[in-house]
């Protein structure tokens, strides 16, 4: 029988497990090739610029009312908000705007960068293969989708060739995936990659640089790792996240004892 660090690591990809999951035809160099995934190692599409964020009307005030509105939300308003969100210029090409998913007073909050192709069209986070890869993290620290974990992302609209977020879109959104956290309360934000943690920490700086710290977002501890699509990439990095994820589970732990559960309770 298999040990429960057997089958984290066979979750995570660190044992054959996974190299029998993947196609052989994309096994190469040590790394999966994956078409329409992103990562925080991406930059921009050649050539591309992306348009300037557009507000409405320029006023602050226009902004900042936009920001307070969102701020009183409740979970449907904010959903009908964002499905109709045209606030900065991803809305023009995206097919479905994606909310997030899990359970709406997660112990865990997961955050990426945004929809790729798959979510766009499904309208759902972490759906292709870098969503695949999540997944199996989640198993690997004994969480699940929808379970005591929410998953989100820094822009709720693709950004066209899956380049990165520009900071004036991210900008436009933050209120969003602000207010979702206010609404969730989740003990720790695991930020998956550089864009998820420099835009959640309002600072440039590596993932390597950042991950095994606890940060904080607002005051909700963070943590940081790789993103999913980048470590489909990078096989020795995966190795980094499984020691990340196990981080995740101890500082989560040292939560749940440190801080009584009636903050929690008295939220629901
Ligand atoms: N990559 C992300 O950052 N988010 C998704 O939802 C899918 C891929
Ligand atoms: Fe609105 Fe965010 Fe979509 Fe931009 S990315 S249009 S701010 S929902």
Known sequence: MKTRRELMLEEMGLTPTWRLRAPASAETGGGLQVGNERSDCENDMPGHIAPPVTLHASPLTAVDDRRSAIMRMDWPALKVSVASCTACPLHARRNKTVFGVGAENADWLFVGEGPGADEDAQGEPFVGQAGKL?????????????????????????????????????????????????????????????????????????????RGKVHEYRGTPLIVTYHPAYLLRSLPDKAKAWVDLCFAVETMRGLQTRKSDANKETAT
């Open 134 to 210: 999540l997944d199996s993290m989640l198993a690997a620290i004994g969480a699940k989708r929808g379970d005591n974990v929410y998953i989100a992302n820094i822009v709720k609209c693709r950004p066209p060739g899956n380049r990165n977020p520009a900071p004036g879109e991210a900008l436009a959104c933050e209120p969003y995936l602000h207010r979702q956290i206010e609404l969730i309360k989740p003990r720790l934000i695991v930020a998956l990659g550089k864009v998820a943690a420099v835009n959640l920490l309002a600072r440039e700086a590596s993932v390597a640089s950042m």
